[in-house]
């Protein structure tokens, strides 16, 4: 009997599994390293491998149990492997190559022209080219130029509007009509959209409904004053103005018809005087409200409350734009809303011959509409989207833009 079978180590049974799915077992004893039984799984896996001396060195034993890779110098049992353990041979990956300089350098090409160009590139690529810089001051002046001409429009159509209704025989009750609109219930003009988001959170629809009028209609707005309001004991108050509706449409409604009574020349010139007080009615109706968080907001800062409004007036109620206004030369004046386009121009004379436009104007709700927005531009909005009013609405501003290009 050899003396290295008489004190030999216990014999391990091991099965070894390689990536290839290739299993088997092999029995080492347990003082043999892990060099030696990789060499031995190697031979059984991949026969005739062992001729190149890098195929050891390019593999590993891992313990499939604690995934632990094993080291060659060591033992079977210096790794605490038991019998029937299971281990897996796997090949080490090769390492990357490294890029060639050549590679580098045609990326850094490649990025650098993708890359979108600089300030300095910029001006060296443009140096040669006729300077044509606008101002953005100018192009502020031109957008308010725009609101401006807008207004201009809006105050010469208005005229125009009620030269039409006033020669309809049916004058009276046209007005009759249209002083209707304007007592109806205001809940019927409120945004049902807005309004559900607001009783969907939670909130009582008379609030919703006051908040949103107080906010022109702003969903995220209306809700902050409805939050900021909740404990306030006057906030199921009504708005001021809003409860006494009928009292004007019946002065105007008797105004209409003593306009119709007459029927000579001088009652002719009686009934429209009587209805051009019925229009200064209509107009007193659609007052400009203030936005009353910027009218606080701007007081605070030291303007006069009369100054703030005609600020917000001119600026449709734009806080930012209106504290700019305060600030600057001030211009347009709330005088200057009030005054119409050159009737003589080419573009009231387009807006005119619009037959869209004409038809509008002979309808008392486009009068309304205009009114409305002359002063309070954020329900331009509202009465874009009218099946009567949006078509006029949608002309004017078409024509408006073709010129203005031209």
């Known amino acids: 009997v050899q003396e290295e079978k008489i004190f030999a180590g216990k014999v391990l049974r091991l099965h070894v599994c390689t990536m290839e799915g290739a299993e088997w077992l092999e029995e080492v004893p347990e003082d ?43 033992t079977v049992l210096e790794e605490n492997i038991q019998d029937r ?29 993708q890359k979108a160009p600089d300030k300095d590139a910029i001006l060296k690529a443009t140096a040669n080219l006729p300077a044509r810089s606008v101002d953005r001051s100018v192009t502020h002046h031109n957008m308010r130029d725009f609101q401006t001409e807008l207004r201009k429009i809006l105050v010469s159509l208005i005229e125009v509007a009620q030269k039409l209704l006033a ?41 919703a409904v006051k908040a949103l009028r107080l906010n022109h209609m702003s969903v995220t707005q209306a809700m902050e004053w409805l939050i900021e309001h909740a404990d306030d004991p006057s906030v199921d108050a009504p708005l001021p103005g809003s409860a006494p509706a009928e009292a004007p449409a019946e002065g105007a409604a008797s105004s209409t018809e003593a306009a119709a009574g ?42 006069d409350e009369k100054e703030v409004v005609d600020a917000l007036r001119v600026n449709n109620n734009q806080q930012n734009a209106a504290c700019e206004w305060l600030l600057g030369d001030r211009k347009p004046s709330p005088e200057d809303l009030d005054k119409g386009i050159d009737t003589n121009s080419p573009l009231f004379q387009a807006i005119l011959e619009n037959p869209v436009v004409q038809l509008g104007l002979t309808n008392p709700k486009t009068l309304l509409a205009f009114e409305d927005m002359l002063e309070n531009p954020l329900n331009s909005t509202q009465w874009m989207n009218d099946p009567e009013t949006g078509p006029v609405m949608l002309q004017i501003s078409r024509i408006f833009q073709t010129l203005n290009r031209t």
């Open 32 to 74: 043999t390293t892990v060099e030696k039984l990789k060499e031995r799984c190697l031979k059984h896996c991949l026969p005739g491998s062992l001729e190149d001396p890098k195929t050891v060195t390019h593999h590993k034993l891992i313990h499939a149990t604690s995934e632990k890779v094993l080291t060659d110098t060591k």
């Open 85 to 113: 353990d299971v281990l897996l041979l796997v090949k080490k990956r090769a390492p990357t190559l490294l890029p060639k300089m050549s590679d580098v350098v045609a990326e850094e090409k490649r990025k650098q022209e």
């Open 167 to 207: 020669l309809n025989p049916d004058a009276v009750e046209l007005f009759k009509k249209a002083n209707a609109m304007l007592d109806e219930d205001e809940e019927d003009r409120v945004d049902e959209i807005a309004l559900r988001q607001l009783t969907e959170m939670g909130f009582p629809e008379s609030r």
């Open 262 to 303: 007459p029927s000579s020349e001088e009652g002719g010139e009686e009934a429209k005087d009587e209805l051009t007080e019925i229009f200064k009615k209509i107009r007193r109706k659609r007052e400009f409200r203030p936005d009353p968080r910027a009218v606080i907001a701007l007081m605070e800062m030291g303007f």
